[in-house]
T-cell receptor, first 112, second 112 residues
Framework: SQQGEEDPQALSIQEGENATMNCSYKTSINNLQWYRQNSGRGLVHLILIRSNEREKHSGRLRVTLDTSKKSSSLLITASRAADTASYFC????????????FGKGITLSVRP | SQTIHQWPATLVQPVGSPLSLECTVEGTSNPNLYWYRQAAGRGLQLLFY??????ISSEVPQNLSASRPQDRQFILSSKKLLLSDSGFYLC???????????FGSGTRLTVV
């Protein structure tokens, strides 16, 4: 079963704009992770946020986590055409990093 | 450095034929290993995971099986493929702790 559900399902923006993607989940988690997938390729880990963290930054990425609302957001600032990809949130409920549950993903298109 | 190898990249198999997909990891010891399947336009479904040699957990009843004959080798198999086994299969590894998964490049399986 899928724990995370991303929103929106698809997003199209102009290069230079910010992209905000949301993820909601249903059960308690130990940490939440965001991944990126280019078409036909494997997933690449972007960022991990622990359940006791509220915000985390990595380069142009900013992730927030609200455990009371069971939701997370991924913000990509100053988007580039190369950011075009699918983005997935994944939750780890076990705490042992033994099993991630992925959402269905968001397709981001950045127009040059 | 740690790397993960997954092959083949694409595979076309007739219904009823056997399947063997192999995944190997380099540069780490005692990793957690995973097989995921991704249907077109969908998220990732966890099929199997392993926390050690010979230890396999199955998440979804299906026509597939997995084995871990060596610490850094994970094999996905089927005795007789079904049309519904078509999809994009991804192998991944992780270590215990607050780290993300590392994914292989995937195998596109088409059962005809």
């Amino acid at each position: 079963s899928q724990q995370g559900e991303e929103d929106p399902q698809a997003l199209s923006i102009q290069e230079g704009e910010n992209a905000t993607m949301n993820c909601s989940y249903k059960t308690s988690i130990n940490n939440l992770q965001w991944y990126r997938q280019n078409s036909g390729r494997g997933l690449v880990h972007l960022i991990l946020i622990r359940s006791n963290e509220r915000e985390k930054h990595s380069g142009r990425l900013r992730v927030t986590l609200d455990t009371s609302k069971k939701s997370s957001s991924l913000l990509i600032t100053a988007s580039r055409a190369a950011d075009t990809a699918s983005y997935f949130c994944a939750t780890d409920a076990s705490g042992a990093n033994s099993k991630l549950t992925f959402g269905k993903g968001i397709t981001l298109s950045v127009r040059p | 450095s740690q790397t993960i190898h997954q092959w083949p990249a694409t595979l076309v198999q007739p219904v009823g034929s056997p399947l063997s997909l192999e995944c190997t990891v380099e540069g780490t010891s005692n990793p957690n290993l995973y097989w995921y399947r991704q249907a077109a336009g969908r998220g990732l479904q966890l099929l199997f995971y392993s926390v050690g040699i010979g230890q396999i957990s199955s998440e979804v009843p299906q026509n597939l099986s997995a084995s871990r004959p060596q610490d850094r080798q994970f094999i996905l198999s089927s005795k007789k493929l079904l049309l519904s086994d078509s999809g994009f299969y991804l192998c991944a590894w992780s270590v215990h702790g607050y780290y993300g998964y590392t994914f292989g490049s995937g195998t596109r399986l088409t059962v005809v």
